[in-house]
C-alpha cells in the first residue's frame, strides 16, 4: 500500500455529488437507499472512476494490494456504516475485485474511542504504520492501526507476499541495468541509452507492486541500505530524481 494523491473534481461532478448527497439526506437514507441511489448514478461512477484510475499508481492498480486492477469504487468507509457518504468523494477509493468484496467487505473496525483504525492510503501515508520486509514481502505493523490495515486488507496472503518478494529482485535487476545506461555528467551524450533509462523508469512506475519500489526508496537512506537493497550501485540509482515519484 502508498501514498495516493487525491485530485479535486471538475466543479459539475462535485456538484452531482452534492446533489446526490442532498436527495439522500432528504430522505433520510439507510444503507439499502444509499445502494440504490449508488446503483442508479452510472454515469456519475463512469466519471468517478475514471478520476480514480488517473489518481491510482501504475496501470490502473489497486490501491490496496498494489496488485489487482483496481476495477470496483470501494467506499472506505463501508455504506452500512455511512450511507450519506455514498457521494463523498474522500470516501471513494480504487480497489480490485478480490480486495473490495473478499478482503475488506463492510469491515471498518474502530479503537474503543471511535477513531477508525485502518489507514486509508489517500489521506495519510501507509508507511507511518506499515514496513515492508523487503526480501521476504512480508508486511509488518508498525502500529495498531497497521495491524488492522494488513488485517482486514489481507496485505499478506500468500500470492501477494510471493509476488512483493519477485517484485523487489525484478525491480533490483532493473535499477542495475538502469543505472549502466545513464551517463556520468561530462561522458557523451547516448540518445538511444537515454531513452532505454527513461522507458525503464516509466516500468518500473507501471509493473505491479509498485510499494516495494515505494519502500526501496524510503530505505535507501537508511543505516544498512546497501545490505537491505543488494548493493551501493541499487542505493546510488535510487538517488536519481527520475525516479522519485513520490516525492
Ligand atoms: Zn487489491
Redesign the pocket.
Same mark, same amino acid.
Given at each position: 500500500m502508498i501514498r495516493i494523491r487525491r485530485t479535486a473534481l471538475p466543479p459539475d461532478l462535485a456538484d452531482r455529488l452534492r446533489e446526490r448527497t442532498g436527495r439522500l439526506r432528504a430522505a433520510g437514507a439507510d444503507c439499502a437507499g444509499a445502494r440504490a441511489e449508488w446503483k442508479s448514478a452510472r454515469a456519475v461512477r463512469v466519471r468517478l472512476t475514471d478520476h480514480l484510475t488517473a489518481m491510482a499508481t501504475g496501470i490502473r492498480r #489497486?490501491?490496496? #494490494? =498494489?496488485? =489487482?486492477l =483496481?476495477t470496483d469504487i470501494d467506499h472506505f468507509e463501508p455504506l452500512a456504516a455511512a450511507p450519506l457518504r455514498a457521494f463523498d468523494w474522500p470516501n471513494h477509493l480504487l480497489? #480490485?475485485s478480490?480486495?473490495?468484496s473478499h478482503?475488506k467487505r463492510e469491515l471498518f473496525p474502530r479503537a474503543a474511542d471511535g477513531t477508525p483504525l485502518l489507514v486509508d492510503p489517500s489521506a495519510e501515508d501507509p508507511y507511518d504504520h506499515l514496513e515492508l520486509v523487503l526480501s521476504t514481502g512480508v508486511y509488518e505493523a508498525l502500529t495498531v492501526r497497521g495491524e488492522a490495515t494488513i488485517e482486514v486488507?489481507g496485505l499478506n496472503r500468500p500470492d501477494l507476499v510471493r509476488g512483493r518478494a519477485a517484485a523487489f529482485i525484478r525491480t533490483v535487476c532493473m535499477l542495475r541495468d538502469r543505472a549502466r545506461l545513464v551517463r556520468p555528467v561530462g561522458l557523451a551524450e547516448d540518445a538511444d541509452a537515454e531513452t532505454e533509462a527513461a522507458e525503464i523508469a516509466v516500468s518500473l512506475l507501471d509493473q505491479p507492486f509498485a510499494d516495494v519500489l515505494y519502500a526501496m526508496l524510503r530505505y535507501r537512506d537508511l543505516p544498512g541500505a546497501e545490505h537491505v537493497l543488494r548493493g551501493k550501485e541499487v542505493v546510488e540509482a535510487l538517488a536519481d530524481p527520475a525516479l522519485h515519484f513520490w516525492s
Open positions: #489497486c490501491m490496496y #494490494c =498494489g496488485d =489487482g =483496481g480497489a #480490485c478480490h480486495c473490495n478482503e486488507f
